[in-house]
């Protein structure tokens, strides 16, 4: 557990958004674990398995709270309200504002903006560059069609550039 505690952690948090969330999900991802001590205790691919856990369990934990929050969209939308306007697409914050900045504050404030954005965006840009699975496979996790995918990660790049350069 020791050793992938920070990995099954950060999974968890970075598609969540939500630290107290991330360690509940990852308290679950242990639980299992220990469930399946025997085949884990001597695998190579323990790593990759609770990774693979912690991934899904986040996933279907956004999945939860996303089917209970639609019915409320739908509301407002029949009542008239707009549905959300289209963002304006901004080009990418130029490779410069990195400079200077050592690993550790480089990675911190790549966090501290991923969980400004709402989970339409990050959890999509978490999966393909952090998970690296391609759009197809996060299209068939999230139940949502391959357009929109890249689309969410298109506009999820977009906002943290802005993010990312309001702190410049």
């Given at each position: ?14 598609l ?26 001597a ?50 914050a ?74 410049s």
């Amino acid at each position: 557990m020791r050793d992938y505690q920070d990995m099954v952690f950060t999974t968890a948090a970075r598609l969540t958004g939500n630290d107290a969330q991330a360690e509940d999900i990852a308290q679950d991802v242990f639980l299992r674990a220990y469930g399946h001590f025997e085949m884990l205790a001597a695998s190579p691919a323990a790593g990759g398995w609770l990774k693979t856990v912690a991934t899904r369990l986040s996933l279907n934990h956004l999945q939860r709270y996303r089917k209970r929050w639609r019915f409320f969209s739908e509301i407002r939308r029949a009542e008239g309200e707009p549905g959300g306007a289209e963002e304006e697409i901004e080009f990418a914050a130029p490779d410069v504002f990195f400079e200077g900045i050592d690993a550790v504050d480089r990675r911190a404030a790549l966090e501290r903006a991923l969980a400004q954005l709402p989970d339409r965006q990050r959890v999509p840009l978490v999966l393909y560059h952090f998970e690296e699975m391609s759009y197809e496979d996060i299209a068939r996790h999230l139940r949502v069609s391959l357009p929109k995918v890249k689309t969410d990660i298109l506009r999820g790049r977009a906002a943290l550039a802005r993010v990312i350069g309001r702190r410049s």
